[in-house]
């Protein structure tokens, strides 16, 4: 048998370095295990509207199998450019500031290879999507954490990034509403960060992929406040608001020059996004707004169900205001994050994902996802509140 360790030797450091996805590794654990209910993956557990998935089909009837331009389609740029205005603010011209990608996440990849050189420091907010740490690692930069609080409804403050910035910072990301916790910001607090980011020159890449998913409150862009459209980069893509996690598509918006560099990694990489999944998108940003809207509303009255649920049981939850995850704290039961997920999964089959597995500051926290139905999510609440009935005795 070949020796593995031969070509282990080999593999870069900085890769060696980069943990297995928290939540992924927590999931190994699922597989297999019958009658699990999940509340873990962060997915949409509706399946894309058929008038998008026609559109897919029909593209594919035309014979639409082709490469697009390293952009990505115009009409779908354009298409972009005009929602972009009308959700978040700024205009965006599609000819050369609209990117498509490979989802959010190949984006966020372009952006950060884009502008960080070795060394430069990346601020971002924690509990935070497991991929922002190991993601500026691969590009050579130094994640710096910002804890956030429930004390806040885990928004970020002005205040908090203030004191992480040093000679050394050069991007700020932002993502609200929040995954794991829902958490969203008002516009003062946005501004605030905003004359900060202007103070001392940062660049901010702002993930803005549940921002349709917001129940309370308005959902202000970072990128639509004075002076900060010429500094920000704007993500967002179809997977969550319109269900279409498995089409792989998304988009970024910002200044030409940093359109500019992103695209000339992206043509060496992905070259273009697939083009059924671009058509598919265009049909989404012209008729989708109202399935879109019916399920906001289904996953609102889920959230509802499941906060009041958690907090009858005693695991304190602040209410989310956006995305469709639940954070509530299981520091009552004295357990740790991990070690609650584990037996949860292992006493009652319900599949969660330890806080921790977003940042160390999201210990004595689980993350609940309301993407389910409302007989798993009150089944899975009856079986939390059996397991934390059962703890609390023990």
Same mark, same amino acid.
């Given at each position: 048998?070949?020796?593995?360790?031969?070509?282990?030797?080999?593999?870069? !450091?900085?890769?060696?370095?980069?943990?297995?996805?928290?939540?992924?590794?927590? *999931?190994?654990?699922?597989?297999?295990?019958?009658?699990?209910?999940?509340?873990?993956?962060?997915?949409?557990? /509706? +399946?894309?509207?058929?008038?998008? %998935?026609?559109?897919?089909?029909?593209?594919?009837?035309?014979?639409?199998?082709?490469?697009?331009?390293?952009?990505?389609?115009?009409?779908?740029?354009?298409?972009?450019?005009?929602?972009?205005?009308?959700?978040?603010?700024? *205009?965006?011209?599609?000819?050369?500031?609209?990117?498509? +990608?490979?989802?959010?996440?190949?984006?966020?990849?372009?952006?950060? %290879?884009?502008?960080?050189?070795?060394?430069?420091?990346?601020?971002?907010?924690?509990?935070?999507?497991?991929?922002?740490?190991?993601?500026?690692?691969?590009?050579?930069?130094?994640?710096?954490?910002?804890?956030?609080?429930?004390?806040?409804? *885990?928004?970020?403050?002005?205040?908090?990034?203030?004191?992480?910035?040093?000679?050394?910072?050069?991007?700020?990301?932002?993502?609200?509403?929040?995954?794991?916790?829902?958490?969203?910001?008002?516009?003062?607090?946005?501004?605030?960060?905003?004359?900060?980011?202007?103070?001392?020159?940062?660049?901010?890449?702002?993930?803005?992929?549940?921002?349709?998913?917001? /129940?309370?409150?308005?959902?202000?862009?970072?990128?639509?406040?004075?002076?900060?459209?010429?500094? +920000?980069?704007?993500?967002?893509?179809?997977?969550?608001?319109?269900?279409?996690?498995?089409?792989?598509?998304?988009? !970024?918006?910002?200044?030409?020059?940093?359109?500019?560099?992103? +695209?000339?990694?992206?043509?060496?990489?992905?070259?273009?996004?697939?083009?059924? !999944?671009?058509?598919?998108?265009?049909?989404?940003?012209?008729?989708?707004?109202?399935?879109?809207?019916?399920?906001?509303?289904?996953?609102?009255?889920?959230?509802?169900?499941?906060?009041?649920?958690?907090?009858?049981?005693?695991?304190?939850?602040?209410?989310?205001?956006?995305? /469709?995850?639940?954070?509530?704290?299981?520091?009552?039961?004295?357990?740790?994050?991990?070690?609650?997920?584990?037996?949860?999964?292992?006493?009652?089959?319900?599949?969660?994902?330890?806080?921790?597995?977003?940042?160390?500051?999201?210990?004595? /926290?689980?993350?609940?996802?309301?993407?389910?139905? *409302?007989?798993?999510?009150?089944?899975?609440?009856? %079986?939390?509140?059996?397991?934390?009935?059962?703890?609390?005795?023990?």
């Amino acid at each position: 048998m070949p020796n593995s360790n031969l070509i282990s030797d080999q593999i870069a !450091s900085h890769v060696v370095a980069i943990p297995p996805s928290g939540i992924r590794e927590f *999931f190994e654990l699922v597989q297999g295990r019958p009658d699990v209910i999940s509340l873990g993956v962060g997915e949409p557990d /509706f +399946t894309t509207p058929w008038h998008i %998935r026609e559109s897919a089909i029909y593209a594919l009837e035309r014979g639409k199998t082709s490469y697009t331009s390293n952009l990505g389609l115009l009409k779908l740029r354009e298409a972009i450019s005009e929602y972009t205005a009308k959700q978040f603010g700024p *205009f965006y011209e599609p000819k050369d500031e609209i990117l498509i +990608t490979v989802g959010v996440s190949e984006a966020l990849d372009l952006a950060l %290879r884009a502008i960080i050189n070795p060394g430069d420091e990346v601020i971002y907010h924690e509990p935070c999507y497991v991929s922002y740490s190991p993601s500026i690692a691969l590009a050579h930069g130094v994640p710096v954490a910002v804890e956030c609080s429930a004390k806040t409804e *885990f928004s970020v403050t002005a205040k908090a990034i203030e004191k992480a910035i040093t000679e050394k910072s050069k991007i700020l990301i932002l993502n609200f509403p929040t995954n794991p916790t829902g958490g969203t910001m008002i516009r003062e607090e946005l501004q605030a960060i905003a004359n900060l980011v202007i103070k001392h020159n940062l660049v901010v890449i702002t993930d803005e992929i549940y921002a349709e998913l917001t /129940f309370e409150g308005e959902h202000v862009s970072i990128a639509s406040l004075p002076g900060m459209q010429e500094r +920000t980069i704007l993500l967002h893509g179809f997977s969550k608001a319109y269900a279409m996690t498995g089409f792989r598509i998304g988009f !970024s918006c910002g200044p030409q020059p940093l359109i500019g560099a992103m +695209t000339r990694i992206h043509q060496y990489s992905m070259l273009c996004a697939s083009i059924v !999944s671009q058509e598919a998108a265009l049909e989404a940003l012209r008729n989708g707004e109202e399935p879109m809207l019916d399920m906001r509303e289904e996953y609102r009255q889920r959230r509802n169900l499941m906060v009041s649920a958690l907090n009858d049981i005693g695991l304190e939850c602040h209410l989310p205001r956006g995305s /469709f995850y639940a954070f509530p704290s299981i520091q009552s039961t004295g357990l740790d994050a991990n070690t609650f997920a584990t037996q949860l999964l292992e006493t009652e089959n319900v599949a969660a994902v330890p806080g921790t597995a977003f940042g160390d500051c999201g210990e004595g /926290f689980l993350r609940c996802c309301f993407a389910a139905g *409302f007989d798993q999510i009150e089944q899975a609440l009856e %079986r939390i509140k059996r397991f934390v009935c059962n703890t609390k005795k023990g």
